[in-house]
């Protein structure tokens, strides 16, 4: 038996009906049925795909689209409707897709109540005239006057006022109106009040800036001079006036925001389009305009055109705020679901929607069920969730009977399972929590139990570092100086003192609360204990703080002792250029003199002190073969050392981007693992590196190679930046390829929640075989949306680009595409300095003392010229070098 849908256009009603028709099953099946079976079976082997799909990714909105088109073509009415369902819990739902869902329901639903509720989840997800549209034409269709009514107010409520729109929609509730009165008799009671009806529509219509409001006068004059008072229809020309001028002032903010395609460059438009509406909105001309209105109609515009901008929280934070002022509760209460619909990740709108159930006096259920809503969306932070919860806790406390035994049971369960569930789901992040505060309170001041308050106490001091934080101790303190019975003042110093022991982050709070304490009943010897413990104290932490703020600032032990060795030579060259001055002025400061001096400097030989002090005083110049012998020694040594530093390089590790408390302990066990390290040296909070760098060195190079694969580990949640070290410095080395790699594949706008290697993987193992996935994230470990995917072959990425590119992945579509770094612009050389006139002064101060003296030994001068022989080379060749450019610029 299988059930055919026929759709039946009802041309007396025009109303569209469903008409099922049963049909037998035929023995003699011809052969083709087969296929149809096979196809039937491929459609639901799709269903089972994609329910799976949405099992591992419920917030992929494709997939629940494709599962909903599956099952219509399956005709699983029931199913479908609750693929639905399910899909608006997830996710705000598109305009096509509510368009879809409501002429169905439409069709098969019988029940008005749901199709009734679907328009309002349609105009909280989204603002569409076509939806409005949609729901005026359906409510025309209803059996009931009153209910007629009710939907077309509700229509109007929400579209009633667009100025480019509004009309259309009034204009259908213009003519209900007037074919009421039309059927009506005049001698009928109801007459008059539908008379009324109509021409209040005609009035309002008038004076609202809207467009071709003008016909609505016309009708209105036309409608009231018999029936009404000159007076009264020349009063609503003063307010159709005051709309016509009105809707000249907006119209060009409304065609901007028409025009403009750009959603951030369009909330510009509507911030400015919405502060000129306020400012009219306060001028008495036009108190009849409904300004109100037009702003409820514009921050409903405006949060859904500019969904994505970030900044429309706030735009929404002032949408709630204006309609509870001017609203009734059942527009607040629509306002704050659109709120919570557009802006689900974030507590302030779940807040206000429980604080208006408690004031409207909603059962504890209603109230409890909005709170379970809001943590089923997945709050954006740990802070939301929190205060989430602190808000909660608060409209429990404030429903708790402390006379009720079970009331206040309920009220610790509730401490209980907010904590515990933070800490589930925000790990590290929920050690500094709040909430333990809050419950302690409640046990020491309402619930009268210092021991159930101390016991929360020791077990927050217990998590990450609780306990070396003054906030917490300064709570327990304040509560037990004012609990009942009052604590001994031996249990309170000795509180105290432990305080001042464990509090690093400010102590001098601690120090204040014991100060005061000893002042007011403190004894000699306790105020004395009390002064040198805290000074103590106070001392150390001052010193530890200068300290990290030395480190933060990048004052280190090798910045000064590089600055040391700066003055220092800058000393030794001032005392070299006084010596050298003073000799000029003993030669008496003739040029000629001073040309002598140069040349006979240039020709003589350096004599060399014997260090024995022989008889000679003065020591020959090594031979050549000496001084070949002693450069060839010399080179030696110098590659000997020069093979052994880069031996040391090549088994370095560089860390870099660690957190500024980094444990070395942890870190050394973490680098250990890659191979034996020989040495580590830490250097913590160098801020030009965002945290600390480490110097790690193995004792072979295949250990760094191997620590080079775990790059971008994490360590205390940040990603560690693995890298050869170089003791050049001078060229920046860049790790990966700069060119086009047609295996590798660069994908763009992932979702930070999607935006790791394990689901990567699940997206792009598909195609081929995966050579490697690199996600780019920021410093401190978290995703940037970019990543990297490395296949084995060309024709798998190929494949991955024709597959995966303009996909959407969670809630926004990715780009894929070949790997092609733009090129990196090469770095200017620098710049060279013209070359100075003649010799610069600081040369001269690097000549050896023995040449800027004057010769003063006649016989050894004689000698030397007496010989008739060749110069003999001189002991040094770098001095003889500097001796001859010396001479040639002087003689210059």
């Known amino acids: 038996m299988a059930i055919v849908e026929d759709e039946i256009q009802n041309g007396s009603e025009g109303e569209n009906e469903i008409e099922v028709v049963v049909e037998e099953d035929d023995g003699d099946q011809d052969p083709d049925s087969d296929d149809e079976i096979l196809e039937m079976g491929d459609w639901q082997r799709k269903v ?46 598109k305009v096509d897709h509510w368009l879809l869902w409501l002429r169905t329901e439409e069709n098969i639903s019988q029940s008005e109540e749901l199709i009734a509720n679907l328009f309002y989840k349609a105009t909280c997800d989204c603002y569409s005239m076509s939806i409005l549209s949609r729901w005026s034409s359906w409510a025309l269709s209803l059996d009931e006057i009153p209910k007629i009514r009710a939907q077309l107010d509700e229509v109007l409520r929400r579209g009633g006022s667009d100025p480019y729109s509004g009309k259309v929609l009034w204009d259908l509730k213009i003519d209900f109106e007037k074919s009421q009165l039309n059927e009506t008799c005049k001698e009928d009671s109801g007459y008059k009040e539908q008379e009324d009806r109509v021409l209040r529509c005609l009035e309002v219509v008038a004076s609202l800036p809207i467009s071709r409001n003008q016909e609505a006068w016309d009708l209105f004059e036309d409608f009231a001079k018999d029936i009404r008072e000159q007076e009264y229809i020349e009063k609503v020309e003063q307010q159709h006036k005051a709309a016509v001028d009105y809707l000249k002032k907006i119209m060009p903010y409304e065609i901007r ?25 306060v001028e008495e001309k036009y108190a009849e305009c409904d300004s109100d209105g037009l702003l409820r109609l514009l921050y409903d515009r405006a949060t859904y055109e500019c969904l994505l901008n970030p900044a429309v929280f706030e735009l929404l934070v002032e949408f709630a705020k204006h309609t509870q002022v001017t609203s009734s509760r059942a527009t607040y209460w629509r306002v704050l679901e659109l709120c919570t619909r557009r802006c689900p990740q974030k507590h302030t709108f779940w807040t206000l929607k429980m604080q208006q159930a408690e004031h409207e006096e909603k059962d504890f259920d209603e109230v409890k069920s909005i709170f379970e809503t809001a943590l089923s969306k997945g709050l954006e932070s740990y802070k939301e969730a929190e205060m989430l919860w602190l808000n909660y806790l608060e409209y429990v406390r404030r429903n708790t009977k402390f006379s009720d035994d079970d009331q206040i049971e309920r009220l610790r369960r509730t401490f209980r399972l907010a904590w515990d569930s933070l800490a589930e789901a925000w790990g590290d992040e929920a050690n500094d929590c709040e909430i333990p505060l809050y419950w302690a309170r409640i046990e020491y001041k309402f619930l009268n139990s210092p021991k159930r308050g101390k016991e929360i106490f020791e077990e927050l001091f217990k998590y990450g570092f609780n306990k070396t934080m003054s906030k917490y101790w300064e709570a327990l303190i304040q509560l037990e100086s004012s609990r009942s019975p009052p604590l001994s003042e031996f249990k309170f110093r000795d509180l105290l003192r432990r305080a001042l022991r464990s509090v690093t982050d400010y102590p001098p709070a601690i120090a204040r609360l014991w100060t005061d304490y000893e002042r007011d009943y403190g004894k000699l010897d306790t105020s004395k204990e009390c002064q040198e413990t805290c000074e103590l104290k106070i001392r150390e932490w001052r010193k530890n703080y200068q300290a990290l703020k030395e480190n933060m600032t990048n004052k280190n032990d090798t910045d000064k002792t590089n600055e040391n060795k700066k003055g220092k030579s800058a000393n030794k060259n001032k005392k070299l250029e006084n010596k050298q001055k003073g000799k000029r002025k003993l030669n008496g400061g003739s040029d000629e003199a001073s040309d002598v001096k140069r040349k006979r400097d240039g020709d003589q030989e350096l004599p060399v002190k014997e260090k024995d002090g022989g008889s000679s005083g003065v020591k020959r110049a090594h031979t050549e073969e000496e001084t070949e012998l002693t450069e060839n020694k010399k080179q030696r040594v110098e590659a000997a050392g020069t093979a052994q530093s880069a031996s040391t390089e090549a088994c370095t590790l560089f860390v870099s981007n660690l957190d500024f408390k980094v444990d070395e302990d942890k870190l050394r066990q973490e680098l250990s693992k890659y191979g034996d390290i020989v040495e580590m040296r830490l250097r913590s909070g160098v801020k030009s590196f965002g945290g600390s760098i480490c110097y790690c060195q193995y004792k072979t190079a295949d250990s760094v190679e191997e620590a080079l694969k775990h790059d971008r580990t994490p360590l205390d949640g940040r990603p560690m930046f693995l890298s050869r070290y170089s003791a050049d410095k001078s060229k920046a080395t860049f790790k990966y390829a700069t060119t086009m790699e047609k295996n590798k594949l660069f994908v763009t706008g992932l979702p930070y929640s999607r935006c790791n290697k394990e689901c990567l ?114 002991s040094n060749s770098d001095f003889k070098k500097m001796i001859a450019s010396s001479s040639s610029s002087h003689d210059n």
């Open 48 to 93: 089972a795909e994609y329910e799976h799909k949405i099992t591992l990714h419920p917030f992929n909105y494709d997939d629940h689209i494709e599962l909903i088109q599956t099952l219509w073509r399956l005709s699983e009415l029931g199913q479908w409707r609750t693929a639905f369902e399910r899909l608006w819990e997830m996710s705000v739902i």
């Open 257 to 281: 925001t028409k025009t403009t395609q750009c959603y951030m460059a369009n909330y510009k438009v509507y911030l400015e389009y919405i502060d000129l509406v306020k400012q009219l909105s």
């Open 761 to 874: 993987t699940e997206i792009f193992e598909k195609y081929g075989k995966l050579k490697d996935i690199r996600v780019v994230t920021f410093k401190d470990g978290k995703p940037k949306g970019l990543a990297y995917v490395d296949y084995e072959d060309e024709d798998s990425a190929a494949r991955a680009i024709a597959a995966t590119n303009g996909t959407t992945v969670g809630d926004r579509k990715i780009e894929v595409a070949i790997s092609q770094p733009p090129p990196r612009a090469a770095r200017p050389p620098p710049a060279s300095r013209p070359p100075a006139a003649g010799m610069r002064r600081t040369q001269l101060s690097f000549l050896p003392r023995v040449l800027q003296q004057a010769s003063t030994s006649k016989e050894s001068s004689t000698n030397s010229h007496a010989n008739g022989t060749e110069k003999r080379p001189l």
